[in-house]
């Protein structure tokens, strides 16, 4: 079945830098990923979704230049938390749609950052 | 957009018993609800979804009901077991591809 692979699956970062995930997707192509953010005991929140070749589309209250989102390929979405802070720690986790129209997608193994 | 409540947010039963998760969703065109388990920090697994054409679903220990008028849907677990223990997910989508998500139940299940 189709498969996301995401990385890293874990990092600590100093407050002030900036981390970038990338999501990929593997033996199938992903024109569209899906990025959220899970804090602890709580829900997956949308938080961008990117399309390739074209801009994200943020969801209310997401700063765009906080998050960045890059979809240069059909193969490959990146997330860049920049100028992170201890609030931005959560566990990230992308998605993409399914690949034959058979409702349902596939997560990614999810990233927990931890900013210090 | 769309807005996806879900109760309890926790929830012991003992083993052999039946746990139910309900939720409602606000967008009458959201037509799809899967739901998700989580193990803790791991990725959330599809264990069974409905249609909005479907009135129930049943997957061997697992159901799931849809009221398209009322706007809710709800998980049943029957006969449920230790590994049953994990955090629990409903979602909608009009789409298929973009999720709404409830809030979350933990599950425990007490041997």
């Known amino acids: ?116 | 957009g769309e807005n996806v409540e879900q109760h309890p947010s926790t929830l012991s039963v003992q083993e052999g018993d039946s746990a139910v998760i309900k939720c409602t969703y606000s967008d009458s065109a959201s037509n799809y609800f899967p739901w998700y388990k989580q193990e803790l920090g791991k990725r959330p697994q599809l264990i069974i979804d409905i249609r909005s054409n479907v009135g129930e679903k049943k997957d061997q220990r697992i159901a799931v009901t849809l009221n398209k008028t009322a706007k809710h849907f709800s998980l049943h677990i029957t006969e449920t077991q230790p590994e049953d223990s994990a955090v629990y997910f409903c979602a909608a989508s009009y789409t298929g591809n973009q999720f709404y998500f409830g809030t979350g139940t933990s599950l425990t299940v007490i041997p």
């Not at chain 1, 804090?39 to 070749?53: I, R, V």
């Open chain 1, 1 to 116: 079945g189709a498969v996301v692979s995401q990385h890293p699956s874990w990092v600590i970062c100093k407050s002030g830098t900036s981390v970038k995930i990338e999501c990929r997707s593997l033996d199938f192509q992903a024109t569209t990923m899906f990025w959220y953010r899970q804090f602890p005991k709580q829900s997956l929140m949308l938080m961008a979704t990117s399309n390739e070749g074209s801009k994200a589309t943020y969801e209310q209250g997401v700063e765009k230049d906080k998050f960045l989102i890059n979809h240069a390929s059909l193969t490959l979405s990146t997330l860049t938390v920049t100028s992170a802070h201890p609030e931005d720690s959560s566990f990230y986790i992308c998605s993409a749609p399914p690949v034959d129209r058979v409702w349902g997608y596939t997560f990614g193994s999810g990233t927990r950052l931890t900013v210090v």
